[in-house]
């Protein structure tokens, strides 16, 4: 069932808070639309990129992603929980996150449960990597935050855990205080992060 | 889901987020789709006669090997993503995404329609090309340089795709 809470974006473009909606449990129709407006709009731009010789490791690294597939792989189990922001009447920025399977690595949590985003991006609109412009931010902490409240109700005190792009890598380690372990060899060498109930505390603050 | 996002957090948070990449998630390769089409892949091809994957991953192999070309390079030159260049060469069963299997169909120089089979994409109507796909597999293997046989072998496939 489809739970929605009002949270708030910053317009770039004016420098407010604008209000959005924070969508747990995103319906077929709107991975659909978030597909149809992401995809588009990422193509146009990387052939853009290209063009004007942008070398490929600053093309998105998330280029190939499809939301749809995704939410298609995990209908039906109960684990997994798909969020999305939306804001304008589109998709802002979507997570797919899962509440079983797997467990801390972090030595003074090792083993204990947490919650593990297994991917997290925002609209292509929104990432200055992409467009000289971007239209939202807060994205990415919104869905962060939204994380570790899951992991909170599950019991799990704020602990989560995710492998983050390459490019992202940096954003984790110092603007979200998570703990860097290092790149991890069972997931294409991305580096590993988690973060521990003392730091998502600290996050959410 | 109960978020208590205070305006002065949401200020806070904007001034380390508005230059900031975000994403989070396997690679580049889509393992949840990777792993949905591999299992219909591998389920259409229960029921035909040859599975001709294998085919596709060793004739990336040698003819990158024939040019001289590492992997990177070779990732570089079709405008591919190594992780799943990687995934091509190594995994037998696993089935590239059509855009890849275009650029790749184009820097050899081969028709896209017989490379999306053999890459088991498309079905392939035409039995020869499943049995001359596990025939070629058998005969390569993967050593540093061409030997002889693979040579040969990787000649006549790329002959057998050119002339259908």
């Keep these: ?205 | 889901m109960k978020l208590n996002l205070t305006k002065e957090w949401l200020t806070k948070r904007a001034e380390r987020d508005d230059k900031a990449e975000i994403s989070a998630g396997v690679f580049s390769i889509d393992i949840f789709k990777s792993k949905q089409r591999t299992h219909q892949v591998a389920s259409i091809n229960a029921a035909a006669d040859e599975d001709p994957r294998p085919a596709f991953g060793k004739l990336i192999n040698l003819w990158r090997r024939k040019k001289g070309l590492r992997m990177d390079q070779l990732a570089e030159k079709a405008n591919i993503d190594l992780a799943e260049l990687i995934e091509i060469e190594r995994n037998i069963h696993y089935t590239p995404e059509p855009r890849t299997v275009y650029q790749l169909a184009r820097t050899l120089g081969l028709s896209n329609e017989r490379m999306l089979q053999l890459s088991g994409n498309v079905i392939a109507r035409d039995q020869t090309l499943g049995q001359e796909a596990v025939r070629f597999a058998a005969r390569s293997e993967s050593v540093e340089k061409l030997n002889k046989d693979e040579q040969r072998a990787l000649e006549e496939f790329v002959k057998f795709l050119s002339e259908k």
Excluded at chain 1, 43 to 51: C, F, G, H, T
Excluded at chain 1, 102 to 129: D, I, M, T
Excluded at chain 1, 167 to 180: K, V
Aim: negative net charge; proline residues 3%.
């Design chain 1, 1 to 205: 069932m489809s739970e929605r809470t009002q949270v708030h974006l910053k317009d770039r473009r004016t420098g407010t808070l604008v209000e959005a909606i924070l969508i747990d449990g995103v319906t077929e129709e709107e991975v659909q639309a978030a597909e149809l407006t992401w995809k588009p709009f990422l193509e146009k731009e990387i052939r853009r990129m290209e063009a004007a010789g942008v070398p490929k490791e600053r093309l998105p690294q998330h280029r190939h992603w499809d939301w749809r597939q995704k939410y298609d792989a995990i209908e039906g189990y109960a684990a997994y929980q798909m969020f999305a922001i939306e804001c304008e009447s589109e998709m802002q920025g979507m997570m797919l996150v899962s509440t079983a399977g797997k467990v801390c690595r972090v030595e003074s949590q090792k083993g204990k449960s947490l919650v593990y985003v297994h991917f997290l991006a925002a609209a292509p609109w929104n990432l200055a990597s992409i467009v000289t412009e971007p239209r939202f931010s807060l994205v990415g902490s919104i869905l962060l935050a939204t994380a570790i409240q899951l992991s909170i109700q599950e019991e799990f005190s704020g602990r989560i855990g995710l492998h983050s792009l390459p490019q992202a890598d940096g954003w984790y380690a110092h603007d979200c205080g998570m703990t860097d372990l290092g790149c991890d060899a069972t997931a294409h060498n991305l580096r590993y992060f988690e973060m521990t109930a003392e730091q998502a505390s600290e996050f959410l603050k």
